[in-house]
């Protein structure tokens, strides 16, 4: 079952399907709808349909053609489906090329939060073509470029120098320096990964940014902000906060924010109030009894999790709100 949408089917599903004849008996496709706001039960529950529907069975392979909502939605289905199948990742956005289809995280979102249901479902393979990113919009090429910088930060500053070096040809989908960031990105992320795959503590340095950026999300609405836009804001927040807690050097958070700024991404976080911010961030998954987690940053290439107090978090919000992008 090749589960893609209706924006990536029509460019890569025949090819797709084309190079699966003679190693499946049978192939079928079902193209959900477009959108982060669609990453949700009614869409999970029609993969459900189409895999009942098409009589498949345990011997089922879920392949997930599209960027991180198909790729979430599908794996989480696969992960579900007959108490779970196979699944793989065919990822056709940067960001799910070097981030979503990676380490096996799948889930769909709820009205409260981000990314809140879902399961641990390691693909069998992850399958990046680049030369599906020709077709990619500019916005959702920038959004991308958002999770490759985070793992500058996080685990490898001169990866992040050699992103400020080659941004220029990032930007122009030079094809060396975009295979350079999948593999590095896919390097990175899975050596975390194997060190801590279901999250008991250092895989959340993955999250950086992710906490404000979820409330990002959720708070204005799946689908207003790219989920690397709200990244991208979110991580200028968190080495923020680090820079207060005494963490990491203001220089590096400049570097950062510059670079960012560069990429053509937000800066300045939206403006919604400091307590609804709070509130939606409590709901993040990293919370333990209600205290908010973040990822923080610990020098440069370093992160770890750590606690700050609401009035220090409530100053980084409105510095954010308030910063000139
Ligand atoms: P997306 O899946 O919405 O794709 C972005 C847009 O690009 C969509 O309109 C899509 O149809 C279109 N598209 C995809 N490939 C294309 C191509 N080659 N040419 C033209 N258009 C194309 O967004 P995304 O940024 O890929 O993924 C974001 C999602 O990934 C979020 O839901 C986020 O929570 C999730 N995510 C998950 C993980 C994880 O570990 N599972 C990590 C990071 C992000
Ligand atoms: N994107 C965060 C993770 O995979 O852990």
């Known amino acids: 079952m090749v589960v893609s949408n209706s924006t990536v089917a029509p460019l890569y599903l025949e090819r797709l399907e084309r190079s699966l004849q003679g190693r499946h008996p049978r192939v079928h496709s079902i193209a959900l709808p477009d959108g982060e706001q669609h990453k949700d039960w009614a869409t999970l529950n029609a993969v459900f349909d189409a895999l ?42 940067l960001l799910a090329q070097v981030d979503s289809s990676v380490g096996g995280k799948t889930a769909i979102n709820h009205p409260l939060g981000k990314n809140l249901i879902g399961a641990f479902h ?9 030369d599906t990113l020709v077709t990619l919009p500019d916005r959702e090429l920038r959004a991308g470029l958002a999770e490759v910088i985070k793992y500058g930060p996080i685990a490898d500053w001169a990866f992040f120098e050699w992103i ?5 040809d990032l930007l122009a989908r030079d094809r060396q320096a975009l295979m350079h ?33 979820h409330a990002i999300e959720a708070g204005l609405g799946f689908g207003t902000w790219l989920h690397g836009e709200a990244v991208a804001a979110g991580m200028v927040m968190a080495a923020a906060l680090s820079v207060r807690l005494g963490m990491l050097d203001r220089h ?7 670079l960012l700024k560069r990429c053509g991404l937000p800066v300045q976080a939206p403006a919604m109030a400091p307590e609804r911010y709070l509130e939606l961030m409590r709901l993040d998954k990293k919370a333990r009894g209600g205290e908010i987690r973040f990822t923080l940053l610990v020098g440069r290439g370093a992160a770890r999790l750590g606690t700050a107090s609401d009035d220090l978090v409530r100053g980084v919000i409105a510095q954010a709100v308030h910063r000139s992008s």
């Open 181 to 213: 960031a999948v593999r590095r990105s896919c390097e990175i992320k899975a050596g975390v990964v194997a060190l801590d795959e279901r999250e008991g503590g250092s895989r959340a340095a993955l999250n950086f940014g992710h906490t404000f950026g």
């Open 52 to 93: 009942l529907g098409s009589r498949c069975d345990r011997d089922t392979t879920v392949y997930a053609l599209g960027g991180g909502v198909v790729g979430d939605i599908a794996g989480f289905a696969a992960a579900c489906f007959m108490r779970g199948v196979p699944h793989i990742q065919v990822p056709t956005t």
């Open 164 to 168: 400020e070096d080659r941004l220029d």
């Open 122 to 130: 390691q693909p069998q393979v992850v399958l990046c073509d680049i």
């Open 252 to 258: 590096a958070s400049e570097r950062l924010e510059s």
